[in-house]
């Protein structure tokens, strides 16, 4: 019996032992774990007061992540008030697995088996730690709460009130001088800004916008001032600190934020500045090569001088818009969802609402390349008749004789029919046809009409003597003999004054070579009826004859 108790003691003892070995396994198994955990894992830092960094938290605590158990501390040591704080309420306590540091009835941190693995501390020795680092920090965020050399402080904010108010008076005095130099320098700088006769802005109003900008800069620089002094002032006293930092880094932070975009964008400034540098002097070229051809001293066959400010426009455009493809991705906001919305919105406005003015815009193309007219040209368009005083993309405007402005849109000029009166009169020297057509009776020898009408085409001022004019007997109706007149003009912006002075000279010379001109259904009774012809033509001795009555007495 003793024998068989000495083995259960035995293997009792060997349980007991095998026990423990495995349990140091799993604990070392676990240590190694965390150790390989801690050192790859980033500690969180605690801040205490004044933002001072007091330790790092590497390891979790039950459903809180490191991170947030290093917000959680720092917060609820900031919650102490500095100026109530005594170290005996600072106290750590045990509870089961872990130490609590607490302050009062606030528990501040707990400390497990967990943070100490990689400090080499105990769990004690750590929690000493967190408090007495605690306990420091606020013993230091107190000390700055006990006012300390406040005469000396004083004169410190006293003499930063006297900077600023020097600094106002000098602004003030900047400011007023730099009006009256401005004012004795008005005559000399500033000019009226006028183009075409109209004067945009008058030097009062420039100098009136110059005051008015001196104006703003001065209250800009005056809250600049008044915004820099008051963070001074702050940071004289330790418990005003918080404010001072808190307001430079306000203004600083958001004018660094300004400047590092700026910087940032600097490449893209660059590369929007040569793109163009460049295209301004590409245009240039294109320009200088389209002025050469306009002024005939480059000659390309099938390419008309006067084809050359049109088709520089053209390419002008276009290199343009190629422009500003290249550069609108390097805008600031160019990619945002609102500046592509208001792209699409102004694209299907135009598209809506410009159909007309394309449409016009192009046949204003067309007609520039077909040529049929040019700027003084005298041109009949539909039943409009004038002299072309400006052809643009849009619209032609004619000038009648009447001094009548009509304006036609492009699109109804390269509908319909045009006739231009002066291309052979400027361009080949030929002239003008103008021609008339007078109807005669059969009595009148057709030779005698040519004579009579070809003497007062001659008489004619602004016709041509050569080429000779010409009569073309154009019908032979039932009642007359329609005669045409032609004659050659190089005078086509003259046509209603010619032919006014040929109708009078025609009347004048078939006067003179006793030819009546009749109505066509017109019935001449010869006897007793005075003749058609005006009284300072005829005979000073004419009488108009007497009726003849022949009768005839019958045998039976």
């Known amino acids: 019996m003793h024998f068989l108790f000495s083995k259960l003691a035995i293997l009792s003892l060997l349980f007991l032992c095998l026990q423990h070995e495995i349990l140091n396994a799993q604990d070392l198994k676990e240590n190694t774990i965390n150790n390989s ?110 006012p300390k050399n406040v005469f000396l402080k004083i004169g410190f904010v006293a003499l930063i009130l006297l900077g600023l108010w020097l600094a106002l008076k000098l602004i003030a005095f900047v400011n007023k001088r730099s009006i009256r130099f401005i004012e004795s320098k008005k005559d000399k700088w500033l000019k009226s800004l006028t183009y ?166 192009v046949a204003g193309l067309v007609i520039t390349y077909m040529r049929p007219f040019k700027i003084g040209d005298r041109i009949n368009i539909g039943n409009t008749t004038g002299n072309v005083i400006e052809k643009t993309l849009l619209v032609t405007r004619l000038k009648t004789i009447k001094n009548e402005e009509i304006t036609i849109p492009n699109s109804a000029v390269l509908s319909g029919n045009t006739v231009n009166y002066s291309t052979f009169t400027k361009e080949r020297g030929e002239g003008l046809i103008i021609n008339t057509t007078v109807t005669l009776g059969y009595d009148i020898p057709y030779k005698t009409v040519y004579a009579a009408l070809i003497e007062a085409a001659l008489r004619t001022n602004l016709i041509e003597k050569q080429p000779k004019p010409f009569v073309l007997q154009t019908s032979l109706d039932d009642f007359y003999v329609s005669y045409q007149l032609n004659a050659y003009t190089k005078h086509a912006n003259k046509q209603a004054l010619i032919y006014s002075d040929l109708h009078q000279n025609i009347q004048d010379c078939c006067n003179e070579m006793d030819i009546e001109i009749l109505s066509p259904h017109y019935r001449a009774q010869r006897d007793g009826n005075m003749t058609t012809i005006p009284k300072d033509y005829l005979p000073k001795d004419y009488e108009a004859p007497s009726f003849n009555v022949k009768t005839r007495k019958s045998e039976d």
Do not use: C
């Open 37 to 146: 955990t801690v050192l790859s894992s980033q500690g969180f830092p605690v801040i205490g007061k004044a933002n001072e960094e007091l330790f790092s938290i590497y390891q979790k605590s039950g459903d809180l992540s490191a991170a947030e158990r290093a917000s959680i501390i720092s917060e609820r040591i900031q919650r102490i008030d500095a100026n109530t704080f005594s170290k005996d309420s600072l106290q750590i306590l045990k509870d089961q697995e872990r130490l609590e540091v607490i302050y009062g009835s606030q528990i501040l941190l707990n400390i497990t088996n967990l943070d100490t693995i990689g400090s080499k501390k105990s769990k004690q020795e750590l929690a000493n730690f967190y408090a007495e680092v605690i306990s420091a920090n606020l013993d230091i965020a107190e000390s700055k709460y006990i």
């Open 196 to 361: 075409n006769n109209y004067t945009f802005i008058t030097p009062e109003q420039e100098l009136n916008v110059i005051l008015f900008i001196l104006k703003i800069l001065k209250w800009f620089l005056i809250l600049l001032v008044v915004y820099i002094f008051f963070p001074l002032i702050f940071s004289v006293f330790e418990f005003t600190q918080g404010w001072s930092n808190y307001l430079f880094d306000l203004i600083f932070s958001s004018f660094g934020q300004i400047f590092t975009a700026i910087w940032h964008y600097f490449p893209n400034i660059i590369k929007i500045a040569a793109i163009i540098i460049v295209m301004r002097y590409f245009v240039k070229a294109v320009k200088y090569i389209f002025a050469e051809i306009e002024d005939e001293k480059l000659q390309i066959s099938g390419f008309h001088p006067d084809w050359a400010m049109p088709t520089f426009t053209i390419i002008r455009f276009l290199l343009y818009a190629f422009m500003f493809v290249l550069i609108f991705p390097l805008l600031p906001g160019s990619d945002s969802t609102i500046f592509k919305g208001v792209s699409v919105f102004l694209g299907v406005l135009l598209s809506l609402g410009s159909s007309s003015a394309i449409a016009n815009m």
